[in-house]
């Protein structure tokens, strides 16, 4: 396990996928390998890439990353895809659309399932990020499945989040719906050759207009991201961003929150393990009974394992 | 707080709303709300209204109730609606659609925002409906706001989900996406006028078949909500599939599994107060610097305020 840190920190893009491998299949080693880990991480630049299905995500992040190449950075991608809530794998499997960069010693993608928590990013995303870091990569592009909750839990891990829109996908309407436009630092509008490309970016610089004044007004690029037009641009734009995080106190506020929630996080996990153990113990047929012909009620078995695990004074 | 309870079991549409509000609002009276609701609750049939924005699940949901209503049967509704993850509040409010209905004392119609947990079910939508089934109602239809989360998680509340989709929006491929295939056990192909509705359905059907043989093969309706067509052929089949889930292994499975879901949520949401509880009391700057700095890491500190929780043989 040791060499097999070693390695990886050194940039052996082998070990480096064990790692993640090893902390996504949450054995007892993933703790051990994260404490290594962690010293060295805190220094990449992590870049959220959210937005709708077919918003043309998986080559705007391959063009994304030519871009930081061409600036002599070195780049890690996690890319998660929707998993079945039934079987637990990833559908779309390794982006296809990024194949062009798997021999780049430089460039590490890795897929990661959503797993269970439909479209909602799981800590183990987090983790393969802070491991890519850790690893010596400069950037650290994490792609979501861009369906709900993915598009908010984003912001509580990258240090800047890019929303990228596509003209008449009726995108303008799910965005205000879904509370989506606060959380971006950057927008893409996206296939910015196709009609309506200009009218959406005017209407959301009309939206950010109404969210009133801010020390960041995220600016909206226009890309075309199967040409590569406009990348540079907004690849500049993210690094505006990291700058002006750097120096601000929005920027040492926000990762501040973003340690608080790693501690939170593991906290909920070890201490869900605890109380799932003994509900395991506890539940049985008879109690299922009781709840479903209403002798019992679920606040009631609740309180009383609560009460066992923790004693009765929590 | 008896009087209001006994009230709202009587069928009081304003205790009942009173009710829910507190229930939602997370206070202290909430589980002595609940644990009183519980014994009365059990046997109302719930139905999930789900799918993508603009299937036209509001209109559905109101001629749903017009052909309930025409069965002598009460309905209450729970309509959850996408609410900001920064202001918490429902953004679409009251359902306009539904106002049909407002004055009628059989017919409860609740908005609910998704709060924080974004497309997500929250468990206060869950708990509105224990109330509404505990206060007499025979069906409880809960109509979500058809964004990730929100399609799976309905298969957790509802006895009888029915998936809205539409012609022409390219539905098929989310739905194959996001394996929201499996969780409908009723398929509604609405604004069926449109050019592609035989299509829509065929290809539901071809879907179906991979699925493989189950017990209870969904069915897959047309409808045209706006103008009532299709509806009552829908409902009918609502009906049946209660019967089928009454008299088999399937649905017993099911209600223990909900009744499982149930405690397990209640602990869930516990446990998050006893962690921020305890992470409050142990944060300090010089704690959040050491984790910026990387002197510490989120692990051990994790793991030290654990010990301190359980004691170190925990």
Known sequence: MELLIRKALDGDPRSIARLISI??????YAEKIMKAIYPRSGKAHFIGI??????????????????????GKSVGVVAVDPSSPFTGGAIL????????????????IRSMGSR????????????AALILDACGKDVVLIETVGVGQSEVDIVKIADTVALVLVPGMGDDIQIMKAGIMEIADVFVVNKADRDGADKMAREVNVMLDL??????????????????????????????????????????????????????????????????????????????????????????????????VFGPEA
Do not use: C
């Open 116 to 127: 269970g928590s439909l479209g909602g990013l799981s800590h183990a995303t987090y983790e």
């Open 211 to 308: 969210l009133g004044e801010r020390a960041w007004r995220p600016p909206v690029y226009k890309t075309v991201a199967e040409k590569g037009e406009g990348v540079a641009e907004a690849v500049a734009a993210f690094s505006d961003h990291q700058k002006y995080l750097q120096k601000t106190e929005e920027g040492r506020k926000r990762k501040w929150q973003r340690l608080e929630r790693e501690v939170e996080e593991i906290l909920r996990r070890e201490i869900s393990r605890i109380v799932e153990r003994s509900w395991n113990e506890t539940k049985s047929v008879d109690l299922l009974n009781g709840l479903a012909e209403r002798r019992i009620d679920p606040y009631t078995v609740a309180g009383d394992l609560l009460d066992k």
């Open 93 to 108: 499997g390794d982006r296809l659309r990024m194949q062009s960069h798997a021999l780049d010693p430089d460039v590490f």
């Open 50 to 71: 959210t937005g709708s299905p077919g918003a043309g995500k998986s080559t705007l992040v391959d063009k994304i990353i030519r871009e930081l190449k061409l600036q």
């Open 23 to 28: 902390v996504e299949s949450d054995s007892p």
